[in-house]
């Protein structure tokens, strides 16, 4: 029972989810940035362009999704 709490308390503690929130950033415009993609450019395009990363997000899951389930057929078939 206290571990459940203590996993509560840090699920919704604000610090650790900005903390999370801002490494994720991080690791997202080092990696635009290595691709010579400035990230002024991507922030400016993510706040105005909310729908359309919402639109490449689906996208991006659906070739996932598919990519698996052909690697899973193609296992199963051969």
């Not at 990230?39 to 996932?64: E, K, N």
């Not at 598919?66 to 199963?76: H, N």
Request: proline residues 1%; glycine residues 4%; aromatic residues 18%.
């Amino acid at each position: 029972m206290k571990t459940r709490e203590c996993i509560d308390k840090i699920k919704t503690n604000r610090w650790v989810r900005l903390i999370a929130l801002g490494v994720a950033a991080f690791i997202m415009f080092s990696y635009m940035y290595s691709r010579g993609i400035s990230p002024v450019w991507i922030a400016v395009a993510i706040v105005c362009f909310r729908g359309f990363f919402r639109f490449l997000y689906r996208i991006a899951c659906l070739l996932v999704a598919a990519a698996i389930l052909f690697c899973i057929l193609s296992f199963l078939v051969f």
